[in-house]
């Protein structure tokens, strides 16, 4: 016997309808590429996003055509997110860090037909606007007076005249849940990037999970500034659920050092905020060399790489502002598992619950997880047996763009390449990147807990460890760290500082001090780049034991 129940399909275009008519005052402020702070309502959002279709069908885009940008968080972008995967367009948010001759090949595999971009980037997309295959709409994303004077670009395009000259009144189509809504690239560290195309259905599905309380905990009384950008994973899909709940939206633009954070978070009052590790570093480092409070802030969500708890005391020890802990993947769309404290771990005494909320966290409901070994048999959850990590779910890739890389799939799993444990209450603990692992003498050696403890050393700044080549063990870990300004740190204080804080044989054997040290397009170390170049140093200064 079947429900009785509508059946409505879960599109992106609801979410918008959704804010309009129920939180239409509510607030979207942006810091904007010309420099000014601009605010309008989540009314007007929907009326530009509506501008924005007719634009589309007027420059004659296909009806599911995937359709480039490459911009900041701002209002602009919003648009763009609801603007084109509304009317069944798909949005492909293209990441401008990547060196031009990736962003070509992406755009190009992505078959783009049009590309909107913010004009600090105008460089890249000049760099490209002759060499892709499919792009024939260039779109700056400025009003006239901002477009650039002479450009490379034949044919460039200004937003603000487009939406001038469309109409306001379009119907948003109904059409299958399952068709796409937007499309972002892996960062590719391994071969060629790979499509990972969401649909509507899983976008929602996902918005509705990462606003849960124990998840990215969103509601109408939010005043939320996605650091984490709109070009990466849908910046954890944060743009979607501030309309699903009516959060007050506060976009950073290019700003995104500790300085124009910490002025925007006072400004508007900002009492969430989500972004990666390094990101928070500059803004913890401007904040305590300027002896600042935070005044409304109240929380921070922590991910995309492991956020040492050095960072997470600082938090909340000294700023009251509490840290989540959260871990995900572009192919999970990205939120799989959350840090959230159960009741009973309230209690711990600090030390312990420091020691829980530097787990990445239990799964959000709808992600499914379980760690296997290296012949797929599972392991159990006793906090101390690491395995792959595996995970499945509606809002989990099933294949990439075009096929690419065959099907990743295991049993219907995604396997995440990500090792780690989990314990008894369902918390996971990453220990490492399966490339990333140091495998010394046989045994494996978690390079994450090494640079967690390099981190709360007051002398460091940033610490990345790496598997080095080693004449007796194979591999040993190598520690490469950039000290704080102005202070004094010899390697041996350094080296000695691991002393009863870990496994002996887990010591790192070295330290390689250096400026900085390489991220990559989505604020991640790169330690395939620090391989390289560090790799071998062992072979030449350790005394083989
Ligand atoms: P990306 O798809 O580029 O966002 O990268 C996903 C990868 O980032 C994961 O597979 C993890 O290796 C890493 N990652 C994400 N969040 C965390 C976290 N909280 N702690 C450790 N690693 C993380």
Not at 241 to 265: I, K, N, Q, T, W
Not at 344 to 371: C, M, N, S, T, W
Request: hydrophobic share 40%; net charge negative; aromatic share 8%.
């Amino acid at each position: 016997m079947n429900g009785l129940m509508m059946q409505r399909a879960l599109l992106v275009s609801s979410l918008l309808v959704h804010a309009e008519r129920h939180h239409g005052g509510q607030q979207v402020v942006s810091r904007r590429v010309e420099g000014d702070v601009h605010r309008y309502s989540f009314r007007e959002m929907a009326a530009r996003s509506r501008r924005v279709a007719n634009v589309m069908d007027a420059l004659g885009i296909g009806p599911e055509a995937r359709v480039g940008t490459l911009a900041w968080n701002g209002y602009r972008h919003l648009e763009l997110y609801y603007g084109v995967s509304g009317a069944g367009r798909v949005l492909h948010t293209l990441n401008p860090r990547l060196h031009p001759d990736q962003m070509a090949w992406i755009a190009d595999h992505a078959e783009d037909e049009a590309l909107f971009f913010d004009l600090s980037f105008l460089p890249q997309v000049e760099a490209i606007a002759a060499r892709v295959k499919t792009i024939r709409h260039f779109v700056a994303l400025c009003d006239r007076g901002h477009m650039p004077a002479a450009s490379a670009i034949p044919g460039l395009l200004c937003y603000e005249d487009l939406l001038a000259a469309a109409s306001d009144a379009y119907a948003w189509p109904e059409f299958d849940e399952h068709r796409a809504s937007s499309l972002c690239y892996t960062s590719g560290t391994t071969g060629n990037p790979k499509g990972v195309l969401y649909s509507h259905r899983s976008t929602l599905l996902h918005c509705y999970a990462a606003a849960l309380p124990d998840s990215l905990n969103c509601s109408a009384r939010d005043t939320i500034l996605p650091v984490v950008p709109m070009f990466h994973v849908n910046a954890w899909g944060l743009p979607y659920a501030a309309c699903m709940v009516g959060a007050r939206l506060v976009l950073p633009g290019p700003g995104l050092d500790g300085r124009s954070l910490y002025e925007l978070f006072e400004s508007e009052g900002v009492t969430v905020s989500a972004g990666v590790p390094t990101v928070w570093q500059g803004l913890l480092a401007h904040v305590e060399t300027h002896g600042l409070r935070f005044s409304t802030m109240r929380r921070t969500i922590i991910g995309g790489s492991a956020c040492p708890p050095a960072m997470m005391r600082a938090f909340q020890e000294r700023h009251a502002v509490d840290v989540l802990h959260a871990w995900g993947m572009t192919e999970i769309s990205p939120l799989g598992t959350a840090c959230a404290l159960k009741r009973h771990q309230l209690e711990l005494p600090a030390a312990e619950r420091y020691r829980v909320q530097a787990k990445q966290g239990r799964a959000v409901f709808g992600v499914d997880i379980k760690i296997v070994d290296d012949a797929g048999r599972e392991l159990p959850w006793d906090g101390q047996t690491s395995g792959e990590l595996l995970v499945r779910g509606p809002w989990i890739v099933s294949g990439y763009l075009n096929g690419e890389g065959g099907s990743p799939l295991v049993d219907g799993w995604f396997p995440t390449g990500d090792v780690c444990t989990i314990d008894a209450d369902g918390f996971m603990l990453i220990t490492d990147r399966a490339k990333d692992v140091i495998k010394s003498g046989g045994e494996w050696i978690g390079s994450i807990e090494l640079e967690n403890i390099a981190m709360s050393h007051p002398a460091v700044a940033m610490a990345a460890c790496i598997a080095a080549r080693h004449p007796k063990w194979d591999e040993r870990p190598l520690l490469v760290v950039v000290r704080r300004p102005g202070v004094e740190l010899a390697k041996q204080d350094l080296l000695n500082f691991y002393t009863g804080r870990i496994a002996r044989w887990w010591t790192p054997d070295d330290v390689v001090f250096v400026d900085s040290i390489p991220l990559g397009a989505t604020g991640k170390m790169l330690k395939n780049r620090l391989r390289e170049q560090h790799g071998e140093h062992l072979m030449t200064t350790a005394v083989p034991a």
